[in-house]
């Protein structure tokens, strides 16, 4: 299954070599920061500090959505699987594509958007609040400005890999489906439709009529 492949690879490519720490790694500033926020999400600092710099931010991530309420078997992804038929959904990328984006980033970058998000979290607890809210509502321009804008500001590798560099692609696959007939539904996360490097915007350019946002 997908869900299955994405664990493998991300089993596969989210731990450290035997000898290294996620601790070691980080400025001391971040492992004091990572102390407080492990503690705040009911995880402990040795629950993560096997882990890639890029499966530690992704791990605290949801492990504060967890704790802010938030339930696997209602996220987009679990409720739309539910009601497309399997024989007709199709997918831009692989899990393991989808995993070797973070994985295969220069550490470097990975460590940065780290400790980025370990002071997001530590000195502003109610961000991702306020994250969810923005989607449930719509709003384009606090999702970029809470969730987009400071990527692509900390790292530009980061947001090239994860963001921009995938839309052009996904745009040049949606060009593609436009050519033919009949209706499809594409569903992407909110991130990749904000700014000027956002699918909607690379339709645009290219002659789309694109309504929304």
């Known amino acids: 299954t997908e869900g299955g492949e994405g664990q493998m690879a991300t089993r596969?490519?989210?731990m450290?070599?035997?000898?290294?720490?996620?601790?070691?790694?980080?400025?001391?500033?971040?492992?004091?920061?990572l102390e407080?926020?492990?503690g705040a999400v009911g995880l402990s600092p040795a629950a993560v500090d096997g882990l890639r710099p890029w499966l530690a931010d992704l791990t605290l991530s949801v492990a504060t959505l967890i704790r802010d309420g938030?339930?696997?078997?209602?996220?987009v992804e679990a409720v739309l699987a539910g009601a497309a038929p399997i024989a007709?959904?199709?997918y831009f990328e692989t899990p393991w594509e989808q995993v070797a984006f973070l994985a295969e980033a220069p550490e470097a970058d990975q460590l940065g958007s780290l400790e980025e998000t370990l002071r997001q979290l530590d000195e502003d607890p109610e961000l991702f609040t306020r994250l969810v809210r923005a989607w449930l509502a719509g709003d384009q321009a606090a999702i970029d400005a809470l969730g987009v804008a400071p990527l692509?500001?900390?790292s530009p590798v980061l947001y090239e890999r994860l963001l921009a560099g995938r839309n052009r692609r996904w745009t040049a696959l949606i060009l593609e489906r436009?050519?033919?007939?009949?209706v499809t539904v594409i569903v992407v996360g909110a991130g990749h439709l904000?700014?000027?490097?956002?699918?909607p915007a690379l339709l645009r350019a290219r002659g789309v009529a694109v309504e929304g946002p």
């Not at 938030?70 to 996220?75: D, L, M, Y």
């Not at 904000?194 to 699918?199: A, L």
């Open 178 to 182: 436009l050519a033919g007939s009949g």
């Open 152 to 154: 692509r500001t900390l």
């Open 88 to 90: 007709e959904r199709r």
């Open 12 to 14: 596969a490519l989210g």
């Open 70 to 75: 938030a339930r696997a078997e209602a996220g």
């Open 194 to 199: 904000t700014g000027p490097d956002g699918v």
């Open 36 to 38: 407080r926020v492990t």
């Open 16 to 33: 450290l070599p035997v000898g290294e720490s996620l601790s070691a790694k980080l400025s001391p500033e971040g492992r004091a920061r």
